[in-house]
């Protein structure tokens, strides 16, 4: 696939409403920023934020800050935004990490609780950084969390139940994959994921970046705490996961990654 340039990034993140006027309405935006606010631990996504987050409307000031949402508070239902700007901003500080990790021939856990949407973007990208030299991290067999089974498929951890690849926010897989001394393995050097697997790898010390929808606040507060090296903010579903391709293309771009097969 051709590498697209900042520009014409830009415009197909808005064309394809990965970025700009997304389907997320502004109602189930502010609901999930309320939530989190209330201590719903569901939408923190792995992380612990205490009580250092009871103001929603400084959830609101983050989300508006990093994600590109609406600022005013006053704004309750309609259409809500992502700054595509954000969005290829924060891809290139992803890339500047998986350089690093390139570089170092770093180990590194992929994972996805979106694998409806993010699964090719998390699988090109570990084949890229195996094609220079890095050790992608292989689970154990036979892990088990939230009543499902924690496995790879394509060099991405994900939870399956069912025969069906699980859309989850639950920190319980990462909980259940990313505990390698009890095998006697070392931690791996970086995380890159999403939801609640990118948010509890984060809250255990590890390197950990990844990708969030804009009513999925917990992982741009853990950026804005340092707890989370990176949030690539998009709308993590759109109509088909062939529309992340120029974006998958421009990360590794721009980390100096040739696609892996």
């Known amino acids: 696939m051709s590498i697209p340039s900042r520009a014409a990034l830009v415009e197909h993140l808005v064309r394809t409403r990965i970025a700009g006027d997304v389907a997320t309405p502004r109602e189930n935006n502010l609901s999930h920023y309320r939530k989190l606010a209330n201590g719903d631990r569901h939408y923190w996504l ?12 400084d959830v609101l000031a983050v989300m508006a800050e990093r994600c590109g949402v609406v600022d005013d508070p006053g704004h309750r239902q309609g259409q809500d ?26 180990s590194v856990l992929f994972a996805t609780g979106h694998p409806g949407g993010l699964l090719d973007v998390h699988r090109a990208t570990a084949a890229a950084l195996r ?46 994959a990313g505990r390698p001394e009890r095998e006697g393995r070392p931690q791996p050097d970086l995380v890159v994921a999403d939801h609640g697997w990118a948010g509890r790898a984060g809250q255990r010390g590890l390197d950990s970046m990844g990708y969030a929808d804009c009513n999925d606040p917990a992982l741009f507060i853990g ?10 903010p998009l709308d993590d579903h759109v109509t088909s996961p062939r529309h992340y391709d120029p974006m998958t293309a421009y990360l590794l771009n721009a980390a100096g990654l040739t696609p892996g097969s």
């Open 46 to 57: 792995g992380l612990e934020l205490g009580d250092r987050w009871s103001d929603e409307q």
């Open 81 to 106: 935004t992502i700054d595509p700007e954000l969005t290829v901003d924060a891809l290139e500080r992803m890339a500047a990490r998986l350089r690093k990790a390139a570089a170092g021939k770093e």
């Open 131 to 176: 094609a220079a030299g890095c050790e992608i991290v292989v689970i154990p067999e036979g892990l088990m969390a939230d009543e499902g089974m924690v496995f790879q498929f394509a060099d991405v951890a994900v939870l399956e139940r069912g025969a069906t690849l699980w859309h989850t926010h639950s920190p319980e897989p990462m909980n259940a």
């Open 223 to 232: 950026e804005a705490e340092g707890t989370v090296q990176v949030t690539v």
